[in-house]
């Protein structure tokens, strides 16, 4: 029985010493103390409008052996002194998830990448067509220290994705994600990445000069003699830019008339507070417009617009009170 007791021993034993040594952590060979990095630089992108480049559109692709973009895996061991074969999963992830098919963000909000890792010749075990991240692959090591890993012909595609509208975009502006130990083998990383980008996204800007406050004048009782009688029409011009060929839409907002519904026309109020029985009508090309609903005001503007509005009277009420009168709306913008 003693006898029994003393093989099982050593039986455990073995089994956990070659454990430990299997697990053995992979480290840097030749003294080196850091990781590769690569830096992928797309240069100048001008984002298109929506309609041309819909929200998933792949704006620029860039795709090499990691040397043409002046890096390389960095090479490695693992399990030191190790009399043991190692087979272990190489990891390729942007943010250390599992997540397939992945786009990852950028620091331009509504510009993604999706980054894709092969062979360009072929490799042990590694894939020769671009497989997206996440993804891996096994790789060997034979015993002892000496043998070591690395993929002089290692390759990355990267795509650069339009992932939001462009009402939705930040502001043009430059690139610069970086996306670390984006290649590990066991904790130790091996390889980091940097994309760059000069973005330039369609973008308008409206006339700040604009008149807000708009003087419709002096009316009276003969001038607007019936319920739907309008007068004093005033031209609004409104002075838009677009950097390049864009969507523009309107909304009109504000508080509408309870007598009158449906015909563009704003509520307002004498120094009293109450309603003096006549509205502000707001027309779009002649017609009323329709408030907190999107106008298309322009399906291919580019370069300086002109937009015109106009406001009258409009009598709402057979009994109209005199007195000075107010009303406020709002003109929002959208381009795509």
């Not at 370069?303 to 009303?327: C, D, F, M, W």
Request: include cysteine; charge should be negative; glycine fraction near 8%.
């Amino acid at each position: 029985m003693t006898f029994n007791r003393s093989v099982m021993s050593i039986m455990l034993s073995i089994i956990s010493l070659f454990f430990c040594m299997s697990a053995q952590a992979c480290y840097y060979f030749n003294g080196s103390s850091a990781p590769g990095r690569i830096i992928v630089d797309f240069g100048h992108i001008t984002v298109p409008n929506d309609a041309d480049a819909p929200v998933g559109t792949v704006l620029a692709t860039k795709q090499g052996t990691m040397q043409s973009f002046g890096g390389i895996p960095a090479k490695f061991s693992c399990g030191q002194d190790s009399q043991y074969n190692i087979s272990e999963s190489m990891k390729i992830s942007g943010d250390q998830t599992t997540t397939s098919d992945e786009i990852y963000s950028t620091n331009i909000q509504g510009l993604g990448v999706k980054i894709y890792y092969y062979s360009a010749v072929a490799y042990a075990s590694e894939p020769t067509t671009p497989m997206v991240l996440y993804t891996t692959f096994t790789y060997h090591l034979g015993q002892g220290n000496v043998s070591t890993y690395q993929n002089p012909n290692a390759a990355i595609k990267i795509e650069l994705i339009k992932t939001a509208s462009i009402s939705e975009m930040a502001a043009s502006g430059l690139v610069s994600s970086d996306f670390h130990s984006l290649m590990k083998a066991e904790s130790t990383d091996l390889l980091d990445l940097n994309i760059k980008a000069n973005v330039e996204a369609p973008a308008c800007s409206v006339d700040s000069s604009i008149n807000k406050s708009i003087n419709l004048g002096n009316v009276f009782d003969k001038d607007i003699p019936n319920v739907g009688s309008v007068a004093n029409k005033k031209k609004v011009d409104i002075n838009i830019t677009c950097s390049s060929t864009v969507e523009v839409n309107m909304t009109v907002t504000g508080k509408e008339n309870e007598d009158i519904k449906g015909q563009g026309i704003i509520a307002l109020t004498n120094n009293n507070g109450q309603d003096p029985g006549v509205g502000a009508q707001i027309l779009y090309q002649n017609v009323p417009v329709s408030l907190n609903t999107n106008i298309i005001a322009g399906a291919g503007l580019q370069g300086e617009n002109s937009l015109q509005l106009a406001l009258q009277y409009y009598r709402t009420k057979e009994k109209v009170e005199i007195g000075p009168v107010n009303g406020v709306f709002t003109v929002n913008f959208i381009y795509k």
